[in-house]
């Protein structure tokens, strides 16, 4: 890539017409977060727009998935988990143009997918059915958290014994050959063959 330089960046625009959430009602604040968005100025303006409205639709896409994600628990703190969620995760199309420094060379065109969230949040209730669902109050369980932690841990420390892998036929009692620099043969290891006898 000595011979190109980067061009601009062509993304998918944004259209309220194509969040994937279906039966979206015709009014509700659009937050669309950037990377360089700060997430004090994001809350402030949802929750002065929210009270008028009963919807808000949180969007992030790439860097930005975290924060959106974020600012939508944040909400639904603030409102004592009382508020409706329907998540949806997607992608949107990002061309990335680069140009030749040389004449003969084409410029190249690099399509890349970043993933992208959209997180609805409702005074009102929602479809029960909608995947991606959830309802008020729904909290996690932490004795099923440590549950699958403890789990994971014993897994991750847990060894086969080498004699449950020769049952199974993995194992090997064979040693590998070794190169022998003297000689530059394989060796079993054994010594070298221009070892004295007598």
């Not at 004090?40 to 860097?63: C, S």
């Not at 949040?121 to 403890?150: C, F, R």
């Not at 009692?173 to 010594?191: A, E, V, Y």
Request: glycine share 6%; proline share 6%; with cysteine.
């Amino acid at each position: 890539m000595d011979h190109y330089s980067k061009g601009k960046n062509v993304e998918e625009p944004l259209e309220k017409n194509r969040i994937p959430i279906p039966n979206l009602p015709s009014e509700f604040v659009w937050m669309q977060v950037r990377g360089g968005s700060k997430m004090k100025d994001l809350l402030t303006y949802a929750f002065k727009e929210f009270e008028a409205a009963n919807f808000v639709v949180w969007t992030g896409f790439g860097p930005s998935v975290g924060k959106a994600v974020s600012c939508a628990e944040i909400m639904k703190r603030e409102y004592n988990g009382e508020l409706y969620q329907i998540t949806k995760i997607c992608y949107r199309l990002v061309q990335e143009f680069w140009d030749p420094k040389i004449p003969e060379l084409e410029q190249i065109v690099v399509e890349r997918k970043l993933p992208m969230i959209h997180i609805l949040l409702s005074k009102e209730p929602l479809n029960t059915t909608e995947l991606g669902y959830q309802g008020p109050g729904v909290k996690i369980n932490m004795e099923d958290v440590d549950e699958i932690a403890e789990k994971r841990k014993f897994i991750q420390h847990s060894r086969t014994p080498t004699k449950e892998f020769a049952a199974l036929g993995v194992g090997s009692k064979k040693r590998p050959k070794k190169w022998n620099k003297s000689n530059k043969k394989f060796d079993k290891g054994q010594t070298s063959s221009s070892s004295k006898t007598e």
